[in-house]
């Protein structure tokens, strides 16, 4: 009965030993080539970088007027979507209305002060027309007043030389010498008017240059008008406060009643499009980082869900260059610190968890370097 039993317990353990002497060597087997993969992973370059110290950023656009005023109408409100060129806020137009209309009157004034002006210089051009037609005709005069004269101081000398030879009374001769001297008066008379047209010539061209210059700086104070005015009524256009671009309407501190001044922030608009990434990487991350690799970015808000992007560009400077207050390593002991880079990730476009995304928010940037 007991044979049998002590014949399969002798056949039964030399294949227990072989067994157990086999199990070390596989082991060992498994344990190098986990070794060698661990090593080899270590030393293998890494195909990709993360970070969680990464957020979504938006270009926002700060409203401001250009105008200050007292707010009759607030357009918008909190959390509204608007568009390029609606109307946010509206500012008093009285006082703007009423400079406008001062501004015209201005501009009127002074086109009427340009036309006096052109006005005195074409009449001055007509003067002087007439000045040397004046003389022209005085030139004449005197022409018909020397021959005049002398006729009668020929007639004077031949009536003179008859009486001496007895031909002719004295009577006649004093009546000769009279005519004479009338033509004699008169060419002098005539040449007397000529000097007085010839001044009157030189006179209108002496005025003109005045008259220019009159009307030159009655074209300027023309043209401060215009501009006047183009200025008035731009601050009345400014007086509605427009959307400078497409966005969402936050952080509205304007309320209906406020005297705004110039500058002054009113809301912010945050673009509902064009959000990126900016992932700040350990500079020892961003050696082989280059523009146009693909990221892929995690987002807390939206449970985990990924988003697929690529690398846009990377910042002039670290973080701590853009500091209130820079880091001095010149100064007190030296502590090396690790300085983190801004790397860009733009949302690649057709995704439709992007249209969740929001400004600020927390995501994990991966990049892939292969």
């Known amino acids: 009965m007991n044979a049998p039993a002590m014949i ?7 294949k227990r030993r072989l067994r157990i002497s086999r ?6 087997i498994v344990a190098v080539l986990i070794a060698l993969a661990g090593v080899a992973w270590l030393l293998s370059p890494r195909s990709s970088e993360s970070t969680d110290n990464a957020y979504v950023k938006a270009d926002s656009s700060t409203v401001a007027p250009k105008v200050g005023g007292l707010v009759t109408d607030v357009l918008v409100q909190d959390n509204q979507l608007v568009h390029a060129g609606q109307p946010l806020v509206r500012i008093d137009m009285r006082d703007f209305n009423a400079r406008v209309a001062a501004a015209e009157a201005d501009l009127a004034d002074a086109v009427a002060g340009v036309a006096d002006a052109r006005a005195a210089l074409a009449a ?9 037609a004046g003389v022209r005709a005085v030139q004449t005069n005197i022409g018909s007043a020397d021959a005049e004269y002398v006729r009668a101081d020929a007639d004077r000398a031949r009536y003179e030389a008859l009486s001496a030879q007895g031909f002719a009374t004295r009577r006649d001769v004093e009546r000769m010498r009279a005519t004479a001297v009338g033509a004699a008066s008169a060419l002098d008379r005539s040449r007397a008017d000529r000097d007085t047209a010839t001044r009157q010539v030189e006179v209108t061209l002496a005025r003109r240059p005045v008259l220019e210059a009159q ?7 023309e043209a401060r008008a215009r501009a006047s005015l183009d200025l008035a009524r731009q ?4 007086a509605v406060v427009l959307a400078p ?11 209906m009643g406020d005297y705004v001044q110039p500058g002054s922030r009113l809301l912010t608009l945050v673009p509902a499009t064009g959000l990126y990434v900016v992932a700040n990487f350990k500079e020892t991350q961003t050696r082989r980082m280059l523009p146009g690799q693909a990221a892929t970015v ?5 449970g985990g869900e990924t988003l697929k992007g690529h690398v846009e560009s990377f910042a002039p400077a670290s973080g701590a260059e853009f500091a209130l207050l820079p880091f001095e390593p010149g100064s007190g002991n030296f502590t090396k610190i690790v300085q983190r880079m801004g790397v860009r990730i733009r949302i690649d476009p057709g995704q439709p968890l992007a249209q969740r995304l929001r400004a600020g928010l927390s995501v994990t940037a991966n990049v892939l370097l292969r």
């Open 235 to 238: 601050d009345r256009d400014h």
């Open 245 to 255: 671009i497409d966005g969402i309407v936050g952080n509205r501190q304007v309320q």
């Open 215 to 221: 009307l030159a700086k009655a074209q300027a104070a």
């Open 23 to 28: 199990n070390p060597l596989i082991a060992g």
């Open 298 to 302: 995690y987002v807390d808000a939206l």
């Open 8 to 14: 399969h317990a002798e056949t039964t353990t030399p």
């Open 124 to 132: 001055l051009g007509a003067d002087r027309q007439l000045a040397i």
